[in-house]
């Protein structure tokens, strides 16, 4: 009898630093009485993809909030990788390397959920890694598309006057007939192979990078208190859903 071949190991992970500035402490701030952050988790804990999901963060009350909605939080990331200037690859990079020390072997993907997205779902994040995993690319990104702000709508100003910012826009054009479509990442999920990350040191963009796409609705990214109220209105209105369902 031929051997079973193994799952692969797959690490997921969200960076939560405590310095936010945008809305401070945002990763841990209440919409519809539960932290932002919970909802990530609630979700990542739904996988049956994922090996472990740890929490990266230089900040003890966001630890001990993760901990107890279920995620794992087995260290504090150094300081200089929480600053306003950092970015996200080197704490990934830290995050894989300090559990890949603990365990005493690798992973094979490395799946990051971002806090900031509330909205997305298991399957968004299961669909991502059999993308990931199926098609061997570098990376899968949660993208969702742009139509008020499709390339050819976007303008600058140069002496006072509207011009095109870089793609003339077709006279009368509806916003739903210009093309081709365009899109842009949801700042939701990226997945990506672990030697992509670790020994590429990139965290997306290479010519083998695929889309997951994602509805408007679910690429709500909380980055001020507008997107929080947003938020807030679409969680209800899935909870409500949810609730009308049996």
């Known amino acids: 009898m031929a051997a079973t071949a193994k799952p692969p190991r ?16 945002k990763n841990i701030a209440p919409i519809l009485g539960i932290p932002l952050i919970a909802y990530t988790i609630g979700e990542a804990k739904k996988s049956t993809l994922i090996t472990h999901y740890v929490v990266s963060t230089d900040d003890v009350e966001i630890q001990q909030v993760a901990i107890a909605y279920g995620a794992e939080a087995p260290f ?3 300081a200089h990788l929480a600053s306003d200037t950092a970015n996200s690859r080197d704490p990934m990079q830290h995050a894989v390397t300090w ?12 799946i990051e959920l971002m806090a900031t997205n509330p909205m997305k779902t298991v399957e ?6 059999k993308k990931l995993i199926e098609t061997g690319a570098d990376s899968v990104i949660a ?11 976007i303008k600058k100003i140069v002496d006072d006057r509207i011009v095109d910012f870089c793609v003339p826009e077709p006279p009368n054009a509806r916003r739903q007939d210009l093309l081709p479509k365009a899109y842009i990442r949801s700042g ?22 695929r889309p997951w796409f994602l509805s408007a609705e679910r690429a709500v990214n909380v980055d001020s208190m507008a997107d929080f109220y947003l938020a807030e209105i679409l969680l209800k209105q899935r909870q409500e859903g949810a609730g009308c369902v049996s």
């Open 10 to 25: 797959i690490l997921a992970m969200t960076l939560a630093r405590g310095g936010s500035k945008s809305v401070p402490r």
């Open 76 to 78: 504090l990331r150094p």
């Open 99 to 110: 559990m890949e020390g603990r365990e005493g072997q690798p992973y094979d993907y490395v």
């Open 124 to 129: 968004d994040i299961d669909g991502c890694l």
């Open 143 to 153: 993208v969702h598309e742009l139509q008020d702000h499709h390339p050819m709508r």
């Open 188 to 209: 939701a999920i990226y997945a990506m192979r672990r030697d992509h990350l670790m020994v590429e040191n990139c965290r997306y963009g290479s010519s083998n990078s």
